[in-house]
């Protein structure tokens, strides 16, 4: 009855295919019987890296932007690539490209709108195939970057989603939005390609 059996049969039966051998005869023949030394939890830690970021409240904004649908098994190369299609296609001469915003209201871990944006210019018309989106007012946890694109990018953003949120004690993820914010590339001599490319993550934070 002490280890969760409910008749003296029922544990000889378990004791027997276990071992091999009945109770009975493990205290009269002195039988040998397996054993297990007890269960140890060996726990692996990775990380452990510096992250430096800082805390900051956001009024709403309104950015001007085209935007696309994608799912997170493929967004580490399809969002590039969303990126070159917006310049190839002429979009770029509308939209610079000092956002991009992956929103999914639900929070979930299949599919994501993202959207290619700049601050919206409320005196100058929407051209088509844009639209006007406003992010609303938040606290954000904003963490720089510093690298070549996308690299530099995936890698702090792995690093965010991976160990700094689910380290948080105090705070938790906020809100189903996302914002990477870009320096001009035309002050790099590189480009997003400069080893000391400029580039931001903001996590919607709030207390626990």
Not at 22 to 36: E, G, Q
Not at 112 to 122: K, M, R, S, T, W
Not at 146 to 168: C, H, M, Y
Request: with cysteine; hydrophobic share 35%.
């Amino acid at each position: 009855m002490k280890y969760g059996y409910d008749s003296p049969d029922s544990f000889t039966r378990a004791f027997t295919r276990f071992h091999g051998c009945t109770p009975l005869s493990v205290r009269r023949d002195k039988t040998m019987v397996k054993t297990f030394a007890p269960l140890k939890l060996t726990i692996s830690l990775k990380g452990g890296c510096i992250m430096d970021y800082r805390i900051t409240k956001k009024e709403a904004f309104t950015v001007l932007c085209t935007a696309k649908m994608f799912s997170y098994e493929n967004a580490k190369q399809d969002v590039p690539l969303y990126w070159q299609e917006h310049y190839a296609s002429g979009k770029g001469e509308h939209v610079c490209g000092m956002f991009g915003i992956n929103i999914d209201p639900q929070m979930g871990d299949e599919k994501f709108e993202y959207l290619i944006a700049d601050v919206y210019n409320p005196s100058v018309d929407v051209p088509d195939g844009f639209e006007v989106r406003v992010i609303p007012a938040l606290t954000w946890a904003v963490f720089p970057c510093r690298g070549p694109l996308p690299q530099s990018l995936q890698d702090v953003n792995t690093k965010i989603f991976s160990e700094w949120l689910p380290a948080l004690q105090d705070c938790e993820f906020a809100a189903g939005y996302c914002v990477e914010m870009y320096d001009a590339p035309d002050k790099y001599p590189d480009g997003t390609k400069d080893k000391e490319y400029y580039t931001e993550i903001w996590i919607p934070v709030k207390k626990k």
